[in-house]
């Protein structure tokens, strides 16, 4: 282990992380994560849909890379998320059952 995070650990000194920048539209097939939830996007988006998700905090992610631990996202989930006349109502009920998950024992998103 290295002395350094074994000091920060120690004293308990940790950063939140940062909002990554959004970056490009990701194709169909690229996971993204917000906070604790994780979805796979199954079709093509267009440039609207990924702006808005990129202002509600959903980010792409590489899970090859990614050790943190995710709670996904049906793909009926998924797909209502995208849908212009039910996003709003479906974000709202994800991140509710987000907050749920922080309260059970063990559980801690990533930040």
């Given at each position: 282990?290295?002395?350094?995070?074994?000091?920060?650990?120690?004293?308990?000194?940790?950063?939140?992380?940062?909002?990554p920048?959004?970056?490009?539209?990701?194709?169909?097939?690229?996971?993204?994560?917000?906070?604790?939830?994780h979805l796979?996007?199954?079709?093509?988006?267009?440039?609207?849909?990924?702006?808005?998700l990129?202002?509600?905090?959903?980010?792409?992610?590489?899970?090859?890379?990614?050790?943190?631990?995710?709670?996904?996202?049906?793909?009926?989930?998924?797909?209502?998320?995208?849908?212009?006349?039910?996003?709003?109502a479906?974000?709202?009920?994800?991140?509710a059952?987000?907050?749920?998950?922080?309260?059970?024992?063990?559980?801690?998103?990533?930040?």
């Amino acid at each position: 282990m290295n002395p350094i995070h074994a000091l920060r650990k120690l004293f308990g000194i940790r950063r939140r992380r940062q909002l990554p920048p959004a970056g490009p539209k990701p194709p169909p097939g690229s996971n993204l994560a917000r906070n604790g939830l994780h979805l796979r996007l199954k079709t093509p988006i267009d440039d609207e849909q990924w702006d808005w998700l990129c202002m509600m905090g959903w980010r792409r992610v590489d899970m090859r890379t990614d050790r943190r631990n995710y709670e996904t996202l049906s793909s009926k989930a998924g797909r209502a998320l995208l849908d212009k006349e039910r996003r709003e109502a479906t974000h709202a009920s994800i991140v509710a059952w987000e907050q749920t998950l922080g309260d059970k024992e063990g559980y801690r998103a990533p930040s």
